[in-house]
């Protein structure tokens, strides 16, 4: 349960992440979104609106761009709060043989997301769980011809969030790293009932 307060006349978002299902034995049942009531002080809230986000469409057909600040305008003093896109781009050279070439991205000091390049969803990260640390980059996504775009929706906690200085940024790595260890918790060996997965 989480308590919240708010002002008379105040507008309650929620958002809602569905990272799948389980599809197998006694938690075939697992319900993702509210699954009670939500109450404000014993009356419960109804008539909400439920809509699903199209996050694929809003990164390819480039509809986040137009809130990103031009590089020549000095950057606000303000704490970041997730969940957050960070939007970047970067340049393969031209002329230079055999690029570009299949590589791997690394995400020092992010927690948890999904990541696109050029409107292509590589997939969700999530280093602190692995076991993969590093997600594929097909070279048929990159272009040498022009510039890269590259988005990064960061749910939890980005290494740049609150540092005004910190630097927000991901590696290309030429190495994949798909089996970084983890410290499982109980909860994994009971939610997979693996007694080798706990220490």
Known sequence: MINITGQAGSRLDILLENMGRINYGGGI????????????????LTNWTIYSLNIDKAVA???LNK???KTSEALPKVNASVPAFYLGTFKIPNGIP???QDTYLKFPGWTKGQVWINGFNLGRYWPARGPQITLYVP???LSTSAVNNITVLELENA???????AVCAVEFVDTP??????????????AFNKQSWHE
Not at 177 to 190: D, E, I, P, Q, W
């Open 29 to 44: 049942h697992d319900f993702k979104g509210l699954v009670t009531n939500l109450t404000l002080a014993s009356n419960i």
């Open 61 to 63: 057909s480039g509809y």
């Open 67 to 69: 809130f990103q600040r």
């Open 98 to 100: 055999d690029l570009p």
């Open 139 to 141: 070279a048929h996504i």
């Open 159 to 165: 290494p740049c969030g609150i540092e005004l200085n």
């Open 177 to 190: 790293v798909l089996n970084g260890t983890t410290a499982y918790t109980n909860f994994h060996s009971r």
